[in-house]
């Protein structure tokens, strides 16, 4: 069975810009003595809500390098499209949108075949009724000329 990771990925992104935003507001000062970086608390929150192992952690973050919504794994760094995918309701609502339009298509094509068999219907009916006038021309001529 194939595990499906995107509410952890979209997890990942909000906390992202939820760092980013306490970042923003302001200078905080720190208990400790070195401050934890933004990818330690993003990570320690990932691993502690979701149970993952370090591996699948990096697997993540890596998914989402590629998928170009990360900039960089260290630092972690979100990119602008990942600001814009994750505020477009992320991985989840892309699967939601997949979705609904597999099931648009599926309908367009059952409504095709109806349409299309109702079509080639209509056209055996209209070959028939051709068929027949030729028919019958073709005995109206014969009458003509040989009778």
């Given at each position: ?23 923003n ?15 330690d ?5 990932v ?47 892309k ?10 298509l ?28 030729a ?13």
């Amino acid at each position: 069975m194939e595990k499906n990771y995107d509410d952890e990925m979209d997890f990942i992104l909000y906390e992202l810009v939820k760092e980013y935003e306490q970042i923003n507001k302001g200078v905080s000062f720190f208990s400790e003595d070195v401050p934890v970086s933004t990818r330690d608390k993003v990570s320690q929150k990932v691993i502690s809500k979701f149970n993952l192992k370090e591996w699948e952690l990096n697997l993540l973050y890596y998914t989402l390098l590629i998928d170009e919504y990360l900039k960089s794994i260290d630092p972690l760094v979100i990119s602008l499209e990942g600001l814009v995918f994750i505020n477009n309701g992320g991985y989840v609502q892309k699967k939601v949108s997949m979705q609904r339009e597999a099931q648009k298509l599926e309908t367009i094509q059952k409504d095709l075949n109806k349409y299309s068999f109702g079509l080639m219907l209509f056209t055996a009916i209209v070959a028939l009724g051709t068929l027949i006038s030729a028919w019958y021309f073709a005995i109206e001529i014969y009458k003509y000329y040989f009778e």
